[in-house]
């Protein structure tokens, strides 16, 4: 396994043209900025933004572009990142950070010269700012927290925020489509050819609210992100915070890579092997919690299932709404979307059946939520020295009636 590891990183390591030319092209965020910078003032928040995004980027920080938004495209955010992380690793930014420097004292609009993608990583940074936990471990929007960039009136955080927020949105419930077209698709998960679960993230079946922000069903588009991640050889990490009388206390982390169109886990030991350089490779983190002593009943327990990684998620998503309750619009059809097709049903209803998923038993996995980390990240948090986000929220994966219910008669497990 050491040896498959180095070998894929090899391949995809930064400066390789073939990996920069697969990044499927992304809508440039450069016209909210050049609206929204109308003065001095706002001008100098976008540099010091950008000089921050840039030390979150140089440092293996791939987290700190985890976008908050308030629909269920965690796991697009994800893909997008390391789409843009690919693209900024070919660009040099010795000259861009200078000029940044420059800027903040003397702000001027955006140049044509800045790269669009590291406007973009700027943007998620942005989003990512204001991210809030509250009391009662709750994902919340804090928008007075751009306010430790630069001192800004609320208006300008609350209108950046929201725009920024609309178009990445949009751009990831897009991007699911042709991420399907990108993938190979005989390539299967959970029992399914790739082609047949992505039918649902189509322009077709794509929701629009009144303010219009798309969104994509959630079990469906995780699916394609993961299809997509094996095709382009994407290393994927599991994360669990592991729980004991309501306090997390550890972590349990398996990395894995894609071989012959199936992910297989790795050890952490050989991510020591690696060449420096290739510790920046991004990767994307499905993290979660589950209720358990030690980490070494854990990992007896989760063992079984490291080997269907696809299926585990599939198992929490069926137990989770396809689409979120979307606030100030009563009208949006937050309905789930129901496969006609036997075999898809079938499958539904199997993973439906798992136990440990779900808020009611969260002993297996309660996935919660998916992010961009480096590989950097995962070593460093292997060895203790830097933890990954904590993904122990109070977030309802448990709908009183689950959409597959409805679908199958079946009585709650």
Known sequence: MTVALT??????????????????????????????LNNSAKQRFFYKALLQALDAYENGHYSDFDAHTTTNCCHGI??????????????????????????????????????????????????????????????????????????????????????????????????????????????QLCGAYISSWGEFVKTQHIRTDKRSIKYASCIYSTQVCLGYAIENKIPIALVCDLIHNNKPYDQYIQLFISKNQQLEPISMESLALLELSDYAQPALAFGGYAHCPTKRAYATKIHPWIYQLPSLIMAGDVNYPQFPLVNNDSLFDGSPIFPENEQLQRLLSLHGQISGVCTNNPSLFLSTHNYPVSLRQIFEAQNSKNKLPNSYWNIDRSPSIPWTQILFNKAPA
């Open 78 to 187: 994800a893909v997008l990142v390391r789409d843009l992380i690919t693209k900024v690793q070919h660009i040099d930014l010795q000259n861009i950070r200078l000029d940044t420097l420059k800027y903040i004292h003397n702000p001027i609009p955006i140049p044509s010269s800045l790269p669009n993608a590291v406007i973009d990583l700027t943007s998620l940074y942005v989003l990512h700012k204001v991210r809030h936990v509250d009391s009662k471990s709750r994902l919340r929007t804090n928008i007075h927290l751009l306010k430790k960039i630069e001192t800004l009136g609320t208006q300008f955080c609350t209108t950046l925020t929201h725009e920024l927020r609309r178009h990445i949105s949009n751009t990831v419930a897009d991007r699911y489509a042709l991420y399907l077209e990108a993938s190979n698709s005989n390539t």
């Open 7 to 36: 070998e894929q990183i090899t391949e995809e390591r930064p400066g390789v043209k073939s990996s920069y030319a697969g990044v499927i092209p992304i809508p440039p965020s450069r016209p909210i900025w050049d609206t929204l």
